[in-house]
């Protein structure tokens, strides 16, 4: 039955049906994939939950501050000291720039610093909903009015200089992402493939998928209040690559073992799909439902990841075993020249290398799997050096930004950040109270006077130093703790440095929910899939192994080699549904094949012609996905960068280590025990199916 759906995907006249209908898909999804960027969320305070105590506060803030507004600090620095003609050229630009596009409220400044060496200036835009997209043009504004120079040096930061370099960062995002992502994968099919036309296939099909999955979540995120942001829109384009030329090469190389033993190309596509589809479909379900545990994450920008990864790994199987299996029989044995796959030729895996890594591994499987999860237990140890607690943003970035010196300088100089304070609101008969209580608040500047409106006080304090540093968050649950005792004030308190400490709470949460809510779902998808109990559970402990001994190495890496200061809060969460949701998939590829091989060979010698048959194609597909992971450490964002290394270690841990060595052990070693309770694990093939044709060597 599966094998008849197969064929009239890809016969004679259907192929061509398929490829008009995937070339129309591309070209009216194409003018709302481009649009993607455009719906974008990249405010922070939009990622937190409704329960978090900052968000609850800018809903009464509304009444106090436009919820546009982009506070902008402009800060000025001279080493040898301050002079006249710096205050007065200062206070000039204030008034210049008060007269920009945009500005709103009064400019305030120039405040001095306690040393005379450095002063800064206060002014606030609002730019509309997605202002901050703005905000580079306002800061090429700013600096025409205040250059630097004769010994002068001005700095944009802020709140306006901050969304001003993310938004430059985020606006070259996707297009970088692409073009580096498809050179990485084209480069490896080459290898691959080592054919100069069959990479098109795979690349054609991987830019339509994407194509078509940006234009699905563009118009979630319009109408349907899904959360995209810079970092989701990134890690959409290199999964949608990664999972999607993984499907292609076990597609592709299950088709070229098919056109060995069937003369019709149509034929033999047919058997190709009808073998390689159910575990292609099973482990794209496992990632999709994966990435879809991560709707119970309080974080909105976590939640969002998981619909948007979801809609992007569906699509890339949908067009992979469809529009790639019709471009395949469309283009004919030729495209895979110079080595044309003929009708009756060798299959070269049954002697190849992974054959003979199972026959090392066969001579001794138990100390193979017990030396190699010792040796995986012991990277795990390196997460000791791993430091989850978020980055400042200092830290943020691997390259310097404008914004992010000019921060650290006022923080030198002891200058509070006038653009992010910490704001409180409180019930009015409370406000002297709420004020006073706020004023015993280490780390805090001069606390503004109460201003009431409709039975809501507002008041607010500068934060000393770095608003996004550990150091400012214990300043903020320290006033917190002061206003939170004033009888009958009912205070929140809201601000920057508070929405990032809400946000560190929430991931911590996410870490503890959402894992076990993977492991679960990935866990019963594989006992659906492999029918039994023993071999699921020992897939997943596996996986897990895998995912610690890729944290701890990366920590190391993070540590010793980058010297990176610390990691983002939801960077495990991150990883572990990446390394478990991908990770599992080898390991399916693999189990299918040994249960498929099990029925006529045992479980013992069904798992080396497993492993022969699958070594050579998932080894390439690790190193794919791998590589497209890294791409990520091509982005200035220390948050990318290590969610791309992290991955990218436990996917060749998986491909090479775990699936080939791990795995294969424990199944040479536990034999038909790993089936219980199927009854694979009681029944031995029969010898009419060991006298079967070596037919079953085929991945």
């Known amino acids: 039955m599966h094998r008849q759906i197969a064929g009239r995907l890809t016969g004679p006249v259907t192929k061509w049906l398929v490829l008009v209908f995937w070339i129309a898909a591309l070209v009216t999804a194409g003018a709302f994939a481009s649009k993607l960027s455009d719906v974008q969320n990249n405010e922070t305070s939009s990622w937190l939950p409704s329960s978090a105590e900052s968000t609850k506060a800018l809903d009464k803030l509304a009444a106090f501050q436009d919820p546009n507004a982009i506070p902008t600090v402009v800060a000025y620095e001279r080493t040898s000291g301050l002079t006249e003609a710096d205050m007065a050229a200062a206070a000039e630009d204030a008034q210049q720039l008060a007269q920009l596009d945009g500005v709103t409220g009064e400019v305030l400044g120039p405040f001095p610093s306690p040393d005379g060496q450095a002063m800064q200036t206060v002014v606030t835009f609002d730019l509309g909903k997605n202002g901050w997209n703005f905000m580079p043009d306002k800061v090429d504004e700013i600096k025409k009015i205040a250059p630097s120079g004769d010994g002068l040096t001005v700095y944009v930061t802020g709140q306006g200089g901050q969304a001003a370099d993310q938004a430059t960062v985020f606006e070259s995002l996707d297009s970088t992402l692409l073009f580096t992502t498809g050179g990485v994968v084209i480069l490896i099919l080459l290898l691959t493939y080592r054919s100069p036309l069959l990479w098109l296939l795979p690349i054609i099909s991987a830019v339509t998928a994407l194509t078509v999955s940006q234009a699905v979540i563009y118009f979630l995120a319009k109408d349907a209040g899904l959360t995209v942001n810079g970092q989701s829109q990134g890690i ?94 469309i283009f004919g044995r030729w495209i895979f020249w110079p080595k044309r796959p003929s009708f009756g030729s060798h299959e070269p895996t049954s002697t190849g290398v992974w054959a003979r890594v199972g026959t090392a591994i066969s001579h001794s499987p138990r100390r193979v799997w017990i030396v190699t999860s010792v040796l995986l237990a012991i990277a795990c140890l390196g997460v000791v050096k791993l430091d989850a607690n978020g980055l400042t943003t200092e830290e943020s970035y691997t390259k310097d930004f404008d914004s992010v010196i000019g921060q650290q300088m006022l ?64 300043t903020v649950d320290r006033a917190r703790e002061a206003v939170h005792a004033v009888p009958g004030a009912d205070a929140l308190v809201s601000g920057t440095t508070a929405i990032f400490d809400d946000i560190e709470q929430a991931s911590a949460r996410d870490n503890r929910v959402v894992i076990p809510i993977v492991l679960l779902a990935v866990m019963l998808i594989l006992v659906l899939l492999l029918r039994a109990l023993v071999s699921p559970i020992l897939l997943i402990a596996t996986v897990v192994l895998s995912f610690g001994a890729a944290l701890g190495l990366s920590a190391l890496l993070f540590h010793y080699v980058f010297g990176f200061a610390g990691a983002d809060a939801s960077l495990p969460l991150f990883v572990f549904v990446f390394l478990v949701a991908l990770g599992i998939d080898y390991n399916i590829f693999l189990m299918t094949r040994v249960r498929e091989e099990t029925q006529v060979r045992g479980t013992r010698q069904g798992s080396l012609v497993a492993l022969a048959a699958t070594g050579g194609v998932i080894t390439s597909a690790g190193i794919v996905l791998a590589a497209t992971f890294l791409v990520l450490t091509t982005m200035p964002l220390v948050a990318f960068a290590e969610i791309g290394i992290a991955v990218a270690l436990g996917v060749l841990l998986d491909t090479l280590v775990v699936r080939s060595v791990l795995v294969t052990a424990l199944n040479l070693d536990l034999g038909n025990r790993i089936w219980w309770p199927s009854r ?20």
């Open 411 to 474: 923080t030198d100089h002891g200058l509070a950040d006038q653009s992010n304070p910490v704001m409180v609101v409180a019930n009015a008969d409370q406000a002297d109270a709420v004020a006073t209580a706020l004023g015993t608040v280490d780390g805090l500047g001069e606390v503004s006077q109460p201003v009431v409106k409709d039975g809501v006080a507002y008041v607010n304090a500068p934060i000393e130093g770095d608003a996004t540093s550990q150091t400012a968050f214990a």
């Open 236 to 329: 959409l384009t290199v999964l949608v690559f990664g999972a999607g030329t993984d499907y292609a090469l076990l597609l592709v190389a299950r088709y070229r073992e098919e056109l060995r033993r069937h003369e019709d190309r149509h034929e033999a596509m047919a058997f190709a799909l009808h073998r390689a589809a159910p575990a292609i479909v099973a482990s794209a379900s496992t990632v999709v439902l994966g990435m879809l545990c991560l709707l119970f994450a309080e974080m909105n920008s976590t939640a969002g990841l998981g619909p948007v990864a979801a809609i992007g790994v569906a699509v890339a199987l949908l067009v992979m075993i469809t529009l790639l299996p019709a471009l395949l029989v």
């Open 680 to 699: 694979l694990d009681r029944d031995p093939p029969t010898q009419e199916s060991l006298d079967a044709p070596q037919a079953a060597n085929v991945s």
